[in-house]
């Protein structure tokens, strides 16, 4: 078949490059235009143009997919089917229909549990045991398309949603190069989705990532890993913002009270409302991440002292 990809984080690179390994010819891809970045703020192509560009594949970055000079043109190169991965822009009704197959979509979980745009991070978040991929037909509700196949992955205890998305991004690649194969055999069976189970995951805002010290210890766990490495688990140190790495749940450890620091020796303890965790990196504004005990004795933690 012919197709087009749709994508723009380093995450959807995976499955652009299986896509073009595969039988199926690659004959552009759309993507999300050039933005700024860095210090300078100078404009950086995604990662997915970034790929084409020096695979010497055409480059599509609509400002919307509904731009009459981007439909002309995707009707001019007339894809067979469209697979998507995080391309970050709703596809409208007049782009669904010009495909023959239209639009397949790589979704990290297991739908129709956390339909939305942060799905890995929600099931960290919420202590699932059992997450994965689905691969569907796009549509103009959210996730809401019937199902072509899954896979499953077991969410590991230190598991955070960068590890986490990258084994489902590797593996996510394989089926969903599968899912065009079955299409273009006339194999594919795509299946509603059930009406229970249904819930969402909406991006996680800077706000979301501050750390909660008076949570029981397997939740300040939870938000930290789910946070990292976006957008970044925080709290406060002398009313300065600090960014924290993955913490350690210690149920052995000290009685302290939620956000109390403990610096021994070769540790430094959180108080939270059960048990205290064991802080990783932490890095304070304009600096390097560190470790927690060199953090601690740069700053002098005092006694009582406390993240807010």
């Known amino acids: ?9 380093a995450v959807a690179v995976p499955a652009l490059a299986a896509v073009a390994a595969s039988r199926h ?15 300078g703020r100078g404009l950086s192509r995604s990662p997915v ?6 695979h010497g594949v055409e480059v599509l970055t609509p400002a919307r997919p509904r731009d009459p000079e981007f439909l002309d043109r995707l ?13 970050g822009a709703l596809v409208p009704p007049a782009a669904l229909e010009i495909p023959r197959y239209g639009w397949i979509n790589l979704h990290f979980s297991l739908l129709p549990a956390w339909r939305g745009a942060a799905p890995v991070q929600h099931a960290v978040l919420h202590g699932d045991e059992l997450t994965g991929a689905s691969v569907f037909q796009l549509e103009q509700g959210l996730d809401t398309g019937p199902v072509y196949g899954t896979l499953t992955d077991e969410i590991r205890p230190a598991d955070t949603s960068g590890d986490l998305l990258g084994r489902l991004a590797d593996s996510g690649a394989g089926l969903l190069v ?3 194969d079955a299409i273009a055999d006339g194999t594919a069976r795509a299946e509603p989705q059930p009406a229970d189970g249904v819930s969402l995951a909406p991006k996680l805002t800077v706000d979301d990532a501050r750390v909660r010290w008076a949570d029981p210890a397997f939740a300040v766990d939870r938000r930290i890993r789910a946070c990292t490495p976006a957008p970044g688990a925080w709290t406060t140190f002398r009313g300065e913002r600090v960014k924290l790495g993955p913490v350690v749940p210690v149920p052995d450890g000290p009685e302290l009270k939620p956000g109390e620091l403990l610096v021994e020796k070769a540790r430094v ?16 504004a304009g600096k390097r991440a560190m470790s927690a005990t060199d953090w601690a004795r740069g700053v002098r933690v005092g006694a009582g002292e406390d993240l807010a």
């Open 75 to 87: 009707r001019e190169l007339a894809p067979d089917c469209v697979p998507v991965v995080a391309y």
């Open 1 to 9: 078949m012919r197709v087009i990809f749709a994508g723009t984080p």
């Open 178 to 180: 599968a899912v065009l």
């Open 49 to 54: 143009g970034e790929w084409a560009d020096e």
């Open 25 to 39: 010819e690659l004959v552009a891809v759309v993507t999300r235009p050039d933005a700024p970045a860095g210090r």
């Open 269 to 284: 303890l959180a108080g939270t409302a059960t048990a205290p965790v064991r802080l990783g990196e932490v890095r304070a």
